[in-house]
């Protein structure tokens, strides 16, 4: 069985620029989570995506979007960077949209300069 | 509303002596509650979860919580720290974020293992 994957681990980018960072999820889970984990806090909710649609979002500006292939690897595109946009980005998934264990990526770490 | 408070930020103890991680929970039905555990520059793990089965929870790494109901708490323990239990622990619960239902993430306690 194989885990959650990222990519990439690390990037930096210029503020203005725009990112996409990558999710493969665990083989059978149908449902990805997106997290932005500030340094020194706790992970915040980006939005989630269930079968190829969004279902259910953070308080986050619309720059954050994202898409979930039938595969249900799902991707994050963030336009416009900002400083503040420095983070962690965790990618999660599971076998459903609620409720349900979520397993983790080990997470992409970006820098906005 | 589902809320979640983990109700130190902080928790320092020795090695081989035992750990309590607080967290106390806010929900209108019966909750789905976790643990996860995240090493400095890690994603995070899932230690253990509750799901309306055993109150005992048994998780990974010596770890176990109760979930007592009538005092609305999920604690996590373990009785002998070692060294590579120093991470920050997060206490989740299964809720609301509008009309989904969400894992809602508590603060965090950054538990510290002394030699």
């Known amino acids: 069985e194989t885990g959650v994957t990222q990519s990439p681990t690390h990037l930096i980018k210029t503020r203005g620029q725009q990112v996409t960072l990558r999710c493969s999820s665990q083989?059978?889970?149908?449902?990805v989570s997106w997290y932005q984990q500030a340094l020194g806090q706790g992970p915040q909710f980006i939005f989630q995506y269930y079968r190829e649609e969004e279902n259910g979002r953070g308080n986050f500006p619309p720059r954050f979007s994202g898409l979930q292939f039938p595969n249900y690897s799902s991707e994050l595109n963030v336009n416009a960077l900002e400083l503040d946009d420095s983070a962690l980005y965790l990618c999660a998934s599971s076998t459903g949209t609620g409720g349900y264990e979520q397993y983790f990526g080990p997470g992409t770490r970006l820098t906005v300069t | 509303a589902q809320s979640v408070t983990q109700l130190d930020s902080h928790v320092s103890v020795s090695e081989g002596t035992p750990v309590l991680l607080r967290c106390n929970y806010s929900s209108s039905y019966s909750p789905s509650l976790f643990w996860y555990v995240q090493h400095p520059n890690k994603g995070l793990q899932l230690l253990l979860k509750?799901?309306?089965?055993a109150t005992l929870v048994k998780g990974i790494n010596g770890f176990e919580a109760e979930f007592k109901k009538s005092e609305t708490s999920f604690h996590l323990t373990k009785p002998s720290a070692h060294m590579s239990d120093a991470a920050e622990y997060f206490c989740v619960v299964s809720g609301y974020a509008g009309n989904n239902r969400k894992l809602i993430w508590g603060l965090g306690t950054s538990l510290a293992v002394n030699p």
């Open positions: 509750y799901t309306s089965a």
């Open positions: 083989s059978g889970h149908n449902t």
